[in-house]
């Protein structure tokens, strides 16, 4: 069973910054993708970021281009998101997933439906 576990959440002032790390279980780390959702309370739960299985390219949402960036460790079997310049609308629960399709493709997925494995979710609070 593939497990995800989300780390590096916590409350940061607007303006800072907060690395999340995704860790994942199993040794099929390097065959897929991975992802980055968050979902704000009373809100659906949306994409932010997605990383393809060698690193060398990333999906950025437009709300968060140019403040967060996407990395992987596969020797690690880590994912990262690094966020900066936070403002308070980025105040959300950030979820890793891998995709149901392993292997090397663009685009990166960006809708729900097509990750199949979640992390339990990691909370970040922005304040103003």
């Known amino acids: 069973q593939v497990q995800l576990v989300e780390s590096g959440g916590g409350l940061v002032q607007a303006g800072g910054s907060l690395r999340l790390s995704c860790t994942v279980s199993?040794?099929?780390?390097?065959?897929?993708?991975m992802g980055w959702f968050r979902q704000a309370p009373g809100k659906e739960r949306e994409f932010v970021a997605a990383i393809t299985w060698s690193g060398d390219h990333t999906d950025i949402a437009d709300s968060v281009k140019g403040r967060f960036t996407a990395s992987r460790d596969n020797a690690k079997n880590t994912v990262t998101l690094q966020m900066n310049s936070l403002k308070p609308e980025d105040t959300a629960v950030y979820y890793c997933a891998r995709p149901k399709n392993a292997g090397n493709y663009k685009p990166l997925p960006r809708l729900e439906l097509d990750y199949e494995y979640w992390g339990q979710g990691t909370q970040v609070t922005v304040s103003s």
């Open positions: 199993g040794r099929t780390f390097s065959w897929y993708a």
